[in-house]
C-alpha cells in the first residue's frame, strides 16, 4: 500500500509539473520552466519512493532519490523564484548545478550497501563531502530563495505567496518525519507540490480541490492498509 500512494504522489506531482511546462509554453516565462523543472524532479522522488517500498531499495533507487529529492528540488524551485524577480543568472546557474548534481550523484561512491524497504539515511551511504554538503547548499539556497521572494511579495500578491510559504513549510515537514515510512513522507510531497503550484499559478481554487481529493485518497488507503472496509447498505 505504501509503494502505492508514493506512486499516486509521483502521479499527481507529474502531472502539475506538465501543466506549469504547459503553461511556460504559453507565456515564455523563464520561471514557469524552472518551476516544471523543480515540480518533475519531486515526482520523480515520488517515483522513488516507490521503487524503493516496492521492489526493495538498491543502489540505482537511492541515487534517483537523492539527486531529485535531495539535490534537485529545492534548488530548481528557489531558481524559478529568483528568476520571476529578474535576476537572470538563476537560470544558468541552475542548470549549472543540475550538471554538476548528476555528475556527482553518478560519480559518488557509497558507504555502505544499500537494501531493505525503509527510506536510506543519506548519512549512512554517503560522505559528507562532497554529496551531503551539496545537498545542504542546495536546499539552503534554494528554500532561501523560495521564501525570502514569497516573503517580499506577500503584501502584493498575499494568497499566492501564503501558499508557497505553506508549501515550503510541508516540504520541510515530510524532509523531518523521512524516518516514519514512505506513506507519511510522501503524503507530505503530494500536499506541498499541490501548495507551491496553487502558489505559482495563482490558483486557489483548484488547489483546494486537489489538496480534498488527495486527502480523499490518502484516507482511503490508510483505511485499507488498516483492514478497514467501507460499508455497504
Request: one cysteine or more.
Amino acid at each position: 500500500m505504501e509503494a502505492l500512494i508514493a506512486f499516486c504522489t509521483a502521479l499527481v506531482t507529474l502531472r502539475l509539473a506538465t501543466e506549469l511546462a504547459q503553461h511556460h509554453r504559453s507565456t515564455r516565462k523563464p520561471e514557469h520552466a524552472l518551476w516544471a523543472a523543480g515540480l518533475a524532479s519531486y515526482a520523480i522522488a515520488a517515483g522513488a519512493l516507490a521503487w524503493g517500498s516496492a521492489a526493495g531499495w538498491d543502489v540505482h533507487a537511492f541515487r534517483v532519490y537523492y539527486l531529485c529529492g535531495g539535490l534537485l528540488t529545492a534548488a530548481l524551485l528557489g531558481a524559478g523564484s529568483l528568476r520571476r524577480i529578474g535576476v537572470a543568472a538563476a537560470t544558468p546557474v541552475s542548470i549549472l548545478f543540475a550538471g554538476f548534481a548528476i555528475g556527482l550523484v553518478l560519480a559518488e561512491p557509497l558507504l555502505a550497501p544499500v537494501s531493505g524497504t525503509a527510506i536510506p539515511d543519506a548519512k549512512e551511504h554517503l560522505a559528507f563531502l562532497p554529496a551531503r554538503l551539496a545537498a545542504v547548499l542546495g536546499n539552503a539556497v534554494g528554500t532561501l530563495a523560495l521564501v525570502g521572494v514569497a516573503g517580499v511579495g506577500l503584501r502584493r500578491r498575499p494568497l499566492e505567496n501564503t501558499l508557497v510559504l505553506c508549501g515550503v513549510a510541508i516540504a520541510a515537514a515530510g524532509s523531518a518525519v523521512a524516518g516514519l515510512g514512505v506513506a507519511p513522507t510522501t503524503a507530505f510531497i503530494a500536499v506541498a507540490a499541490i501548495l507551491l503550484y496553487g502558489g505559482f499559478m495563482g490558483r486557489a481554487g483548484r488547489t483546494a480541490r486537489l489538496a480534498s481529493s488527495v486527502q480523499t485518497v490518502l484516507e482511503r488507503a490508510k483505511g485499507q492498509r488498516h483492514g478497514h472496509r467501507p460499508e455497504t447498505g
